[in-house]
């Protein structure tokens, strides 16, 4: 279940192929002009150019939209197991699972103004089955409802974890110096056949000149291509797959017809009909928190009347109110937004597709935090004995949950230097472990790091900085070479790094994010606020200055 910042393709900590994770983009060189824009289309039409998007937008995305994504997956039953449940902090991508149209029935076609068109940007993997999923079902009623006027830019996010994906991209790039983009991109996602024999075959099933395509697949020449537009996704916020921008706005994972619906009429200025809805009226009771600058509901409240449960019957209540806190004890909740709905949720159209993601409590059924955005822990973790910075009495204190051999987390923890340093005096970081499954090194990494600790508190910190630094090379040899070149008592590590004498203090780190809705790495809990993923330092800048009253 790795990371976060955001991923629509990442891993459960159980299940790798489950997992979506952040990405951290390297710096690239540009590719030439005429790779830059990497449009693709059926019957839509290419994107001239990129758009821009606007850094305002970065925060807004991180404290909302995701949040608003994650329940519209819920709701629609698109959150199944893939990335870890991660709490609606600003960087998890939550792939689909199910018919991504369900309930919804058909949309007629699009009434549109003439010269009106949507630039739909994708970043994607061929690897990744929510990727094939969203093409299967959603790309396709976009396209039939929208016919020409989406104009679409295909954008490669080959995710680490997924060891075709990269020469699968590249194949298609290949394909494209053919004139084949298109048609090599369609029957990767139909096909899911992805070695390189297959992807040679694609081509000669395409009548492409083969010796051409092999040799460019052969030589890696294109690998530069996916570099750059890893990094520019990256850059945009992308940190798994599938992620889109519409009309410059993101939207994460493979979502329903109804989440690009939103969006793509907004930007058309059009509607399109919707199915008349049957169900009852459903008491839907929102708590938020004034005082939370990412906790607003507006958005989440206005979808779910629009797009999930139409018949709902809002009622909206502050936390910080008798009758909010009332709800608050009454319902079990522990993580603000909190959403719940009347008990007679079970007669709505919808309700088979949610019931997995509700909890029931007292009268309703409550939205699990894990899936409902909910970025405001009442009881957040605490710093437990673990290693920390700053001042015990900073005023921000961030809880870290991180991985050494996660490459996110090592960009995380850069961040988190940062922070440090800009903020110095005013926050407290405090490291706890949070060891991904299928990274085989990062276990014994932690315990290391642990025994290092136990040694000297400021050590811990600078074998902190070795293991991020050489994450390749995380053996247990390496490991102990490590204590050895920071002058540690090198007997007394080994017995303590070959004994597991801190598995457990590690394995309780790991128990205490997962309760608190961690689901993969790195994740932060800035005075008890999730924010989840490598994300920018200006990202961790607006929670910290509001919890300082800047």
């Not at 790795?2 to 990442?10: L, M, T, Y």
């Not at 951290?24 to 060189?29: D, K």
């Not at 719940?340 to 949610?354: E, H, K, L, R, S």
């Not at 394995?507 to 920018?536: E, H, I, Y």
Request: glycine share 8%; aromatic share 8%; with cysteine.
């Amino acid at each position: 279940m790795e990371e976060s910042k955001d991923h629509s393709d990442r891993e459960d900590t159980d299940q790798h192929e489950k997992h979506h994770e952040t990405h951290h983009a390297h710096e690239h060189a540009d590719r030439q002009e005429s790779h830059k824009h990497h449009a693709r289309a059926h019957p839509v039409r290419h994107a001239p150019q990129r758009q821009s998007w606007g850094k305002e937008n970065a925060w807004k995305i991180g404290s909302v939209i995701v949040g608003i994504i994650i329940l519209i997956i819920v709701l629609v039953k698109i959150a199944g197991p893939a990335t870890p449940i991660v709490p609606g902090a600003v960087d998890v991508i939550n792939p689909a699972q199910g018919d991504a149209t369900a309930g919804q029935g058909t949309a007629a076609p699009a009434i549109v103004p003439a010269g009106k068109t949507v630039l739909i940007e994708e970043y994607s993997d061929f690897e990744c089955p929510y990727c094939r999923r969203y093409y299967q079902q959603t790309y396709k009623q976009i396209r039939d409802t929208y016919g020409d006027a989406i104009v679409y830019e295909f954008n490669h996010f080959p995710l680490s974890f997924h060891p075709k994906a990269q020469k699968s991209g590249e194949a298609s790039e290949c394909a494209r110096d053919q004139g084949r983009f298109d048609e090599y991109h369609d029957i990767l996602f139909e096909t899911g056949k992805l070695d390189v024999p297959d992807l040679k075959a694609h081509a000669a099933a395409l009548g492409l000149d083969t010796v051409a395509f092999d040799a460019c697949l052969d030589s890696g020449e294109k690998a530069g291509i996916l570099a750059a537009d890893l990094a520019e996704g990256q850059a945009r916020g992308i940190t798994g797959t599938p992620g889109f921008f519409i009309d410059g706005k993101m939207l994460v994972g493979a979502q329903p017809f109804a989440a690009f619906k939103e969006l793509i009429d907004a930007a058309l200025g059009t509607e399109t009909p919707m199915p008349e809805s049957t169900d009852p009226e459903i008491r839907f009771i929102v708590i938020g928190d004034e005082t939370c600058a990412a906790c607003d509901t507006t958005q989440i409240v206005a979808i779910t009347q629009q797009q999930i449960f139409p018949n709902v019957v809002v009622e909206e209540y502050d936390y910080g109110t008798a009758e909010g806190l009332a709800l608050a004890e009454k319902y079990g909740i522990v993580a603000l937004p909190a959403y719940i709905f009347g008990p007679n949720v079970v007669d709505a159209a919808n309700y088979d597709q949610v019931a997995g993601a509700l909890i029931q409590a007292a009268d309703g059924y409550v939205i699990a935090p894990a899936a409902s955005g909910a970025v405001k822990y009442l009881n957040p973790p605490g710093e437990d004995d673990d290693p920390s910075s700053g001042p015990d009495d900073a005023e921000v204190v961030i809880i870290e949950f991180s991985d050494f051999q996660c490459p996110y987390s090592a960009q995380g923890s850069a961040t988190m230097d940062q922070v440090m340093e800009e903020y110095d005096g005013k926050v407290r970081r405090v490291f706890r472990d949070f060891p991904l499954s299928f990274h085989p090194d990062a276990e014994k990494a932690a315990e290391a790091a642990q025994c290092a600790f136990e040694q000297d508190e400021e050590t811990f910190w600078e074998y902190h900085s070795l293991l991020f630094a050489n994450q390749d090379r995380l053996a247990v040899s390496d490991l102990k070479g490590y204590a050895e070149d920071l002058g540690l008592d090198t007997e007394e590590f080994g017995l303590c790094l070959d004994s597991g004498r801190y598995a457990d203090e590690v394995a309780k780190d790991l128990a205490d994010g997962q309760a608190v809705g961690v689901g993969g790495t790195p994740a932060f809990f800035v005075n008890g606020q999730m924010v989840s993923g490598a994300q920018p330092i200006g990202n961790f800048r607006a929670v910290i200055d509001a919890e300082l009253g800047g």
